[in-house]
């Protein structure tokens, strides 16, 4: 028998390519080519890291024949993927937040050649965060100055605990900074606590009621003693109580749909005005002067936002009023906001497209030169209105995830895929190239949602014949021209 | 390749040349004694200028700020922008253009070498993404490192030689140029809301002073041997009455200097050359300023000259551009690095009605036509603090004819012409001094060996301008001197024809040049040196680097330090 010597490395400082919060610390143990060990990560990112060639992997370019997805080699697969957007008039190009920055700068180059309309994921998430940056502007920092510096941390409409699981650990209250120290010591010992009372209080009931109270405990009824508490202190302010809200100093339930009633009522107890109602979304006024205080109070004060605010009623008022909180705190003491960005690199696809064009999403390249007027040239309205003739969907999954009437228009034309997945919107399209994971088998450039720009690093080899998006994208492009050129000497 | 241009008036005051009629040669992207002249492309030049390329010494074009300055102002960019060509990418302006659209406009003027002035190490990978992607133009970018932790805390315990082997390392990992300092110690500050409000404040928790900070890096600059000096935004930026405090910072290194060699420059120095005790009172400190530079060797200042326009005010100075905003209304944006720096956006329109503004416009030529040697004040307006850079011909009319001055002199605020110092200076520039301005001295200032000049060896970045020094008056025809400066005739880089009448000829990449600075004992990445970088920043070691594989023209110079 043969004694097969297994090659092991180890693979330090790897960044994360799940979630915006771009962990840079991972640990990867490669045997054989593959990834057998995470550490540092958390379980989005170990279940990434580890299986990201087990599920759903496509592995050979395919073009829809008769009606049906057929294996075809790579370059047939390019050519068809040119044509497409050759012949098309108003093409569209959207997903670019889950691959690299650099497979983006092609992007937008192929998007110009053809006139299309290029767009990104923030047109579903934090577009009306940068709609409203663009009208209000925005006070903020990287995540090492709320690390060093705030003793106020405040999470609104997010749940950083369950979407990005290290980023309080790593970034927020239970970091050790320069002039802050970690809570962590303080939750441990309140977690404890909490979980001890809720085995007594369960077990009074078992023996002596054996039925739910009639009256649920209110905790939001009474301040909790956290708040008088020395250091770093964390609310969460939010629809119902998440994971995050339960390890914070203090919840604050707001009723749904009205995040914005309750940010205009800090807005004004922050300017010293008066409220004279009993209560604001479901809040009870004291309470909320008694967190507004914290806010003035504290010596630097974080607010990070998620699509709780983004998406629920009100979206542009809610963070235009988000922002101008913060800006008017900025009057008394030192406050920044940050939205929690989710792809690991929505922001890096904002940065390329702003640099290259201007503006940061839906940018309509029809007349030549970059145009942006979200709700016009944004896809899901392109596709609303039923204008595009063909679409190119980079590493994302709309037909999963916009509105129907938009993903029945994306299907009903031609439509290329770029993913390392056989995601939904792969099965109904009319070519598909698969990509390699990038981050895992190709390198790159992602942009944390604070904007510091992390390599990204190619730990093992692709599978066989699978390129990296940005490779993919460049041979689409100079298939283009080639085209191009040929039906111009054609036409002359 | 080989190319001839013919029959110029030369510009080249590094080598002494004063609009002498000659022909200039290149092979291979240098200038060349002689090339044969039946097979090289030829240009004839006869009744135009050919000056070297441009230089400029501080223009905010790329990274973070400027990108989130081009993100809040899509209001900025509607009415202006270039549609792609054939040969070109498509883009949009004005303030904060896009990065094609701004190496295009620059090459339209004939400039070849911009100087990006500051960078937040922590994100130098994104302004080094950017400068790949500003096309025509070599450019070089200055690392921010007045408020940078280890700085700070090295100048305090005295430890100079330490402090230099790190920002040695820092020059060469962030692929920087040159050490800049903005309001030092005030950015620290600012990250906790406060600031500093003279070169003697403690800079809180750190025990430092700002004076104690340029002292040190201006040493340290002079270990390292760096190209250029310390690269100087002042504390009280755009404060009434802080000329006292620009004083106060040239003065500080006046024993540091060695000869005639400068050993600080004061960027957009008109931002700090505010008399008056505030806004109703304010006036004019240049004539104090240029004095002390007139009888100091040992400064160079940029002008920072103020258009009336609507424009993006950015810079690293967070608590000055949160002051702009309060006193606006207009909207802000901040943005503090961990560690480093900080920086902050405001949009801002410059009125000539407005007193305020007028005198800063006033301002600024009074420090250009004050300061006597061209080699020591160079045109900038802090694009886009002052203004877009494609106002530089207008400065340039400006600078050389006194009815330009009057005419606009008359347009502005009545109170703020009355205070002008401009109506009693004659002094109108000559094209060599503009060449001195707006090139040569500041590739001198840079330590540019084969930028601004013309001699065998340089690089072949040339621009030809469609004037004829012999026939035009500047001080009567500036509107003709304008125009010549607005569209170059040729823009030459590397010895190939790029621009052509205002018409992009060829989209080139132009390189990025960066400093390899070699120390003796280089600071050494120990376990303990990894721990201290995870406790400052929320980044591993391994990542923190630009790597040169971000650099798609990397051009090194290798400097040997004195430690
Ligand atoms: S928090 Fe986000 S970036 Fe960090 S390890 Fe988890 S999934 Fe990855
Ligand atoms: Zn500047």
Same mark, same amino acid.
């Given at each position: 028998m043969g004694y097969v010597k297994r090659k092991m490395t180890i693979v330090k400082a790897v960044t994360c390519p799940v979630c915006g919060s771009l962990c840079d610390d991972i640990e990867l143990t490669i045997e054989n080519g593959r990834i057998v060990k995470v550490k540092n990560g958390c379980a989005m990112c170990e279940s990434k890291f580890l299986s990201h060639n087990s599920e /759903?992997?496509?592995?050979k370019p395919l073009i829809r024949k008769n009606g049906k997805l057929v294996e075809v080699s790579l370059e047939e697969a390019v050519k068809r993927a040119a044509e497409i957007l050759a012949e098309a008039n108003y093409p569209i190009l959207y997903g670019w937040s889950s691959t690299s920055c650099e497979a983006t700068r092609v992007g937008l180059e192929l998007a110009e050649e053809v006139g299309g309309v290029i767009d990104n994921t923030a047109v579903v998430c934090h577009g009306p965060s940068i709609l409203s940056i663009q009208d209000i502007g925005i006070s903020s920092c990287t995540l090492g100055q709320i690390r060093h510096r705030a003793d106020l941390v405040v999470y609104w409409g997010s749940n950083p605990w369950s979407a990005h699981p290290r980023h309080i650990e790593r970034y927020t209250a239970f970091s050790e900074g320069r002039f802050q120290r970690s809570a962590w010591k303080g939750y441990l010992t309140k977690i404890k606590a909490s979980i001890a009372k809720k085995k007594i209080e369960s077990a009074l009931r078992r023996v002596f009621f054996r039925r739910k109270p009639s009256v649920p405990p209110q905790p939001r009824m009474e301040l909790p003693p956290a708040m008088f508490k020395e250091g770093r202190k964390l609310i969460v302010i939010d629809v119902r109580k998440t994971k995050s809200a339960e390890i914070a100093d203090y919840f604050m339930q707001v009723e749904p749909n009205k995040d914005y009633e309750l940010l205009q009522a800090f807005r004004a107890l922050i300017r010293d005005q008066e409220i004279d109602v009993d209560e604001v979304a479901g809040v009870p006024v004291g309470y909320l002067e008694e967190v507004a205080d914290l806010m003035i109070r504290c010596g630097f004060g974080i607010l990070f936002f998620g699509v709780g605010l983004t998406m629920s009623k009100g979206k542009l008022r809610n963070i235009d009023a988000a922002l101008s909180l913060v800006r008017d705190l900025n009057m008394r003491t030192k406050f920044v906001i940050m939205p929690m960005r989710g792809h690991f690199n929505v922001a890096g696809a904002n940065t390329v497209f702003t640099w290259q064009t201007g503006y940061p999403y839906a940018v309509d390249f029809s007349l030549g030169y970059p145009r942006y007027n979200p709700g016009e040239t944004s896809v899901t309205d392109v596709l609303l209105r039923g204008e595009s003739e063909a679409s190119l969907i980079v590493a994302s999954d709309p037909v999963a995830n916009f509105p129907r009437k938009a993903a029945e228009h994306l299907v009903k034309n031609p439509l290329i895929v770029i993913d390392p997945h056989m995601s939904v919107t792969a099965q109904m399209a009319d070519v598909v190239i698969p990509s390699a994971f990038v981050g895992i088998e190709a390198s790159g450039t992602a942009y944390r949602m604070d904007h510091v720009p992390l390599p990204l690093k190619k730990v093992v080899d692709p599978p066989k014949g699978v390129l990296p998006d940005e490779e993919i994208l460049r041979r689409i492009l100079s298939e283009v021209r080639k085209l191009k050129r040929k039906m111009l000497v054609e036409a002359a | 390749m080989e190319l001839l241009i013919k029959n110029g008036f030369v510009y080249d005051p590094i080598n002494g040349v004063n609009g002498e009629k000659m022909d200039i040669a290149t092979r291979d992207g240098k200038i060349v004694e002689n090339v044969n002249e039946s097979k090289a492309l030829k240009i004839d030049a006869s009744g135009m200028m050919v000056m070297p390329g441009g230089v400029d010494i /501080?223009? /905010?074009?790329?990274g973070s700020e400027v990108n989130t300055g081009r993100l809040l102002r899509p209001e900025d960019h509607f009415r202006d922008f270039e549609r792609k060509t054939p040969k070109t990418r498509s883009g949009v302006g004005y303030s904060v253009p896009s990065t094609f659209t701004t190496g295009y406009r620059y090459a339209r003027m004939g400039y070849t070498t911009i100087m990006n002035p500051s960078m937040p190490p922590l994100e130098a990978k994104h302004t080094h993404e950017e400068l790949n992607d500003t096309p025509m133009l070599d450019k070089a970018t200055y690392p921010l490192l007045g408020d940078w932790w280890f700085v700070l805390e090295y100048l305090k315990d005295g430890k100079i030689e330490e402090c230099a082997r790190y920002v040695a390392w820092m020059m060469t990992t962030t692929k920087g140029y040159a050490i800049k300092i903005v309001n030092p110690g005030g950015l620290e500050a600012w990250g906790s809301g406060r600031n500093v409000s003279s070169i003697d404040d403690q800079v809180p928790y750190f025990g430092t002073t700002s004076r104690e900070i340029i002292r040190g890096l201006c040493k340290v600059n002079k270990l390292l041997n760096l190209p250029h000096t310390i690269h100087v935004h002042t504390n009280n930026l755009g404060k009434p009455g802080n000329y006292l405090t620009a004083l106060d910072t040239m003065k500080c290194v006046e024993d540091l200097a060695s000869g005639d060699k400068p050993a600080i420059h004061i960027t957009h120095c008109q931002f700090c050359a505010f008399k008056g005790s505030d806004w109703r009172t304010i006036k004019s400190g240049a004539e104090e300023i240029a004095k002390y530079v007139n009888n100091h060797s040992h400064v160079t200042l940029d002008t920072g000259q103020v258009i009336f326009t609507d424009t993006t005010t950015m810079t690293a100075d967070g608590p000055f551009q949160y002051g702009l905003h309060e006193l606006s209304g207009n909207k802000w944006v901040n943005h503090d690095v961990e560690t480093e720096t900080s920086s902050g956006i405001v949009p801002f329109r410059y009125r000539r009605k407005s007193y305020v503004h007028a005198i800063q416009w006033s301002t600024g030529l009074e420090l250009a036509l004050l300061?006597? @040697?061209?080699?020591?004040i160079f045109m900038t307006t802090d694009h886009p603090n002052g203004g877009p850079f494609i106002y530089y011909p207008r400065i340039i009319a400006w600078f050389m004819s006194r009815k330009a001055r009057e005419t606009t002199l008359k347009k502005i605020n009545p109170r703020a012409e009355s205070r002008s110092l401009l109506p009693s200076t004659d002094r109108e520039l000559s094209f060599y001094e503009i060449a001195i301005m707006t090139r040569a001295g500041q590739a001198n200032a840079l330590g540019l060996k084969d930028k601004g000049h013309l001699g065998t060896?340089? @690089?072949?970045d040339i621009a030809v301008y469609n004037i004829n020094p012999e026939t035009t008056d500047p001080s009567k025809k500036y509107r003709t001197v304008r125009r010549a400066f607005e569209n170059a005739a040729y823009t030459i880089k590397g010895g190939k024809i790029v621009a052509k009448n205002g018409e992009i000829l060829r989209h080139v990449k132009g390189a990025t040049m960066w400093l390899d600075v070699q120390v003796s004992e280089p600071i050494k990445i120990t376990e303990e040196m990894k721990r201290r970088f995870r406790e400052y920043w929320t980044v591993e070691y391994e990542n923190y680097p630009v790597t040169e594989n971000y650099l798609e023209v990397s051009h090194p110079t290798t400097i040997k330090a004195d430690v």
């Amino acid at each position: 028998m043969g004694y097969v010597k297994r090659k092991m490395t180890i693979v330090k400082a790897v960044t994360c390519p799940v979630c915006g919060s771009l962990c840079d610390d991972i640990e990867l143990t490669i045997e054989n080519g593959r990834i057998v060990k995470v550490k540092n990560g958390c379980a989005m990112c170990e279940s990434k890291f580890l299986s990201h060639n087990s599920e /759903h992997r496509v592995l050979k370019p395919l073009i829809r024949k008769n009606g049906k997805l057929v294996e075809v080699s790579l370059e047939e697969a390019v050519k068809r993927a040119a044509e497409i957007l050759a012949e098309a008039n108003y093409p569209i190009l959207y997903g670019w937040s889950s691959t690299s920055c650099e497979a983006t700068r092609v992007g937008l180059e192929l998007a110009e050649e053809v006139g299309g309309v290029i767009d990104n994921t923030a047109v579903v998430c934090h577009g009306p965060s940068i709609l409203s940056i663009q009208d209000i502007g925005i006070s903020s920092c990287t995540l090492g100055q709320i690390r060093h510096r705030a003793d106020l941390v405040v999470y609104w409409g997010s749940n950083p605990w369950s979407a990005h699981p290290r980023h309080i650990e790593r970034y927020t209250a239970f970091s050790e900074g320069r002039f802050q120290r970690s809570a962590w010591k303080g939750y441990l010992t309140k977690i404890k606590a909490s979980i001890a009372k809720k085995k007594i209080e369960s077990a009074l009931r078992r023996v002596f009621f054996r039925r739910k109270p009639s009256v649920p405990p209110q905790p939001r009824m009474e301040l909790p003693p956290a708040m008088f508490k020395e250091g770093r202190k964390l609310i969460v302010i939010d629809v119902r109580k998440t994971k995050s809200a339960e390890i914070a100093d203090y919840f604050m339930q707001v009723e749904p749909n009205k995040d914005y009633e309750l940010l205009q009522a800090f807005r004004a107890l922050i300017r010293d005005q008066e409220i004279d109602v009993d209560e604001v979304a479901g809040v009870p006024v004291g309470y909320l002067e008694e967190v507004a205080d914290l806010m003035i109070r504290c010596g630097f004060g974080i607010l990070f936002f998620g699509v709780g605010l983004t998406m629920s009623k009100g979206k542009l008022r809610n963070i235009d009023a988000a922002l101008s909180l913060v800006r008017d705190l900025n009057m008394r003491t030192k406050f920044v906001i940050m939205p929690m960005r989710g792809h690991f690199n929505v922001a890096g696809a904002n940065t390329v497209f702003t640099w290259q064009t201007g503006y940061p999403y839906a940018v309509d390249f029809s007349l030549g030169y970059p145009r942006y007027n979200p709700g016009e040239t944004s896809v899901t309205d392109v596709l609303l209105r039923g204008e595009s003739e063909a679409s190119l969907i980079v590493a994302s999954d709309p037909v999963a995830n916009f509105p129907r009437k938009a993903a029945e228009h994306l299907v009903k034309n031609p439509l290329i895929v770029i993913d390392p997945h056989m995601s939904v919107t792969a099965q109904m399209a009319d070519v598909v190239i698969p990509s390699a994971f990038v981050g895992i088998e190709a390198s790159g450039t992602a942009y944390r949602m604070d904007h510091v720009p992390l390599p990204l690093k190619k730990v093992v080899d692709p599978p066989k014949g699978v390129l990296p998006d940005e490779e993919i994208l460049r041979r689409i492009l100079s298939e283009v021209r080639k085209l191009k050129r040929k039906m111009l000497v054609e036409a002359a | 390749m080989e190319l001839l241009i013919k029959n110029g008036f030369v510009y080249d005051p590094i080598n002494g040349v004063n609009g002498e009629k000659m022909d200039i040669a290149t092979r291979d992207g240098k200038i060349v004694e002689n090339v044969n002249e039946s097979k090289a492309l030829k240009i004839d030049a006869s009744g135009m200028m050919v000056m070297p390329g441009g230089v400029d010494i /501080h223009c /905010h074009i790329a990274g973070s700020e400027v990108n989130t300055g081009r993100l809040l102002r899509p209001e900025d960019h509607f009415r202006d922008f270039e549609r792609k060509t054939p040969k070109t990418r498509s883009g949009v302006g004005y303030s904060v253009p896009s990065t094609f659209t701004t190496g295009y406009r620059y090459a339209r003027m004939g400039y070849t070498t911009i100087m990006n002035p500051s960078m937040p190490p922590l994100e130098a990978k994104h302004t080094h993404e950017e400068l790949n992607d500003t096309p025509m133009l070599d450019k070089a970018t200055y690392p921010l490192l007045g408020d940078w932790w280890f700085v700070l805390e090295y100048l305090k315990d005295g430890k100079i030689e330490e402090c230099a082997r790190y920002v040695a390392w820092m020059m060469t990992t962030t692929k920087g140029y040159a050490i800049k300092i903005v309001n030092p110690g005030g950015l620290e500050a600012w990250g906790s809301g406060r600031n500093v409000s003279s070169i003697d404040d403690q800079v809180p928790y750190f025990g430092t002073t700002s004076r104690e900070i340029i002292r040190g890096l201006c040493k340290v600059n002079k270990l390292l041997n760096l190209p250029h000096t310390i690269h100087v935004h002042t504390n009280n930026l755009g404060k009434p009455g802080n000329y006292l405090t620009a004083l106060d910072t040239m003065k500080c290194v006046e024993d540091l200097a060695s000869g005639d060699k400068p050993a600080i420059h004061i960027t957009h120095c008109q931002f700090c050359a505010f008399k008056g005790s505030d806004w109703r009172t304010i006036k004019s400190g240049a004539e104090e300023i240029a004095k002390y530079v007139n009888n100091h060797s040992h400064v160079t200042l940029d002008t920072g000259q103020v258009i009336f326009t609507d424009t993006t005010t950015m810079t690293a100075d967070g608590p000055f551009q949160y002051g702009l905003h309060e006193l606006s209304g207009n909207k802000w944006v901040n943005h503090d690095v961990e560690t480093e720096t900080s920086s902050g956006i405001v949009p801002f329109r410059y009125r000539r009605k407005s007193y305020v503004h007028a005198i800063q416009w006033s301002t600024g030529l009074e420090l250009a036509l004050l300061v006597r @040697d061209p080699w020591k004040i160079f045109m900038t307006t802090d694009h886009p603090n002052g203004g877009p850079f494609i106002y530089y011909p207008r400065i340039i009319a400006w600078f050389m004819s006194r009815k330009a001055r009057e005419t606009t002199l008359k347009k502005i605020n009545p109170r703020a012409e009355s205070r002008s110092l401009l109506p009693s200076t004659d002094r109108e520039l000559s094209f060599y001094e503009i060449a001195i301005m707006t090139r040569a001295g500041q590739a001198n200032a840079l330590g540019l060996k084969d930028k601004g000049h013309l001699g065998t060896g340089a @690089d072949a970045d040339i621009a030809v301008y469609n004037i004829n020094p012999e026939t035009t008056d500047p001080s009567k025809k500036y509107r003709t001197v304008r125009r010549a400066f607005e569209n170059a005739a040729y823009t030459i880089k590397g010895g190939k024809i790029v621009a052509k009448n205002g018409e992009i000829l060829r989209h080139v990449k132009g390189a990025t040049m960066w400093l390899d600075v070699q120390v003796s004992e280089p600071i050494k990445i120990t376990e303990e040196m990894k721990r201290r970088f995870r406790e400052y920043w929320t980044v591993e070691y391994e990542n923190y680097p630009v790597t040169e594989n971000y650099l798609e023209v990397s051009h090194p110079t290798t400097i040997k330090a004195d430690v």
